[in-house]
């Protein structure tokens, strides 16, 4: 049975978009219909109709993919509380990358209407500093993160391109990013550093690396001005993998997040050594559910991003 002080939400970030994403919740439930509605209104287009019909491309543009992740997370939250239990409030959340403004949001410390704003001008400053310093990023599989530093390390020297450990998403899974011929270059050289595959994916923004430093001014001045809130759950920062305590943390958190790294296996480690024993994953796909038994075989996950999780998740109490 789930237990308020061994749970945690966990909310997607970018990639975990799929078109016809929150459409089954939003047929079955008023209160996702509404949240969608209210992205529509807040953001001035029509991001529902993005999110359930496509097309994959428009949606694909991390303009468009990071409101429309953050609205179908929330739009799940809303319906769990609804269906499920209003009174449930979780040990922590966290979310990966963008998915950290959802968990701010589920945790009191970002409003909804503010928080689409917000992902929404991160989107497109994202784009604009992709455009401008063109990049690309790969997932290698099977090598320590010590291996990946080292191959890092090694690419910049031979190629004098960027190239930094973007996510540290579980063992034997981490994400590279960098400029696309330091990106190449580690491909063909992962296999020395005991990679089983690379990955190349299929992205044209270099994120959370320095090429996005063209995008942090600008939105650090959005986020100073984005009024923010203690939070009433705590919410395990990406850079840290640590507990944000305070409004202050949490805007520097954002704005390390745009160029620093995700610490996914620390963030998960930290709620499971605080007695985390079980994960929603809320949104749009179930791609944090398959990471958390390769960071923690004992973590049981639950996806909630259709009636089916709903129901799902109300068995489990």
């Excluded at 784009?127 to 390390?153: F, I, K, N, W, Y």
């Amino acid at each position: 049975m789930l237990a308020p002080a061994t749970t945690a939400y966990l909310f997607p970030g970018q990639g975990s978009q799929t078109v016809g994403m929150g459409h089954s919740l939003a047929e079955a439930y008023h209160v996702a219909r509404q949240t969608f509605q209210e992205a529509d209104d807040v953001l001035g287009f029509g991001l529902t109709d993005l999110c359930f019909n496509g097309p994959e491309d428009a949606l694909n543009d991390t303009a468009n993919a990071q409101p429309a992740l953050y609205a179908a997370g929330i739009a799940a939250l809303r319906v769990l509380y609804e269906a499920w239990d209003t009174d449930f409030q979780p040990a922590f959340t966290a979310g990966h990358s963008l998915g950290e403004f959802t968990a701010l949001t589920a945790a009191g410390a970002l409003t909804y209407p503010d928080g689409l704003l917000l992902v929404r001008r991160r989107g497109e400053l994202m784009r604009d500093a992709g455009e401008h310093q063109p990049g690309g990023m790969a997932a290698l599989l099977g090598p320590t993160l010590e291996a990946v530093q080292a191959l890092c390390d090694r690419t910049q020297a031979e190629t004098g391109g960027v190239l930094v450990i973007a996510n540290d998403n579980c063992p034997g899974q981490v994400v590279v990013s960098g400029s696309q011929d330091a990106v190449a270059y580690a491909v063909e050289n992962a296999g020395s550093i005991g990679a089983k595959r690379a990955v190349r994916l299929n992205v044209s923004v270099a994120t959370h690396s320095p090429l996005m430093q063209s995008a942090a001014h600008e939105f650090a001045q959005t986020v100073a001005a984005t009024p923010l809130h203690p939070p009433r759950i705590p919410v395990v920062g990406n850079t840290t993998g640590q507990v944000l305590t305070d409004v202050d943390a949490i805007r520097a958190e954002l704005n390390a997040q745009l160029t620093g790294p995700v610490r996914w296996t620390d963030s998960i480690r930290t709620m499971v050594d605080a007695g985390v024993t079980h994960f929603l994953e809320i949104g749009a796909g179930k791609v944090l559910t398959g990471l958390l038994r390769r960071i923690d075989r004992g973590a049981a996950g639950i996806v909630v991003d259709s009636p089916d999780g709903i129901t799902q998740l109300q068995a489990s109490t």
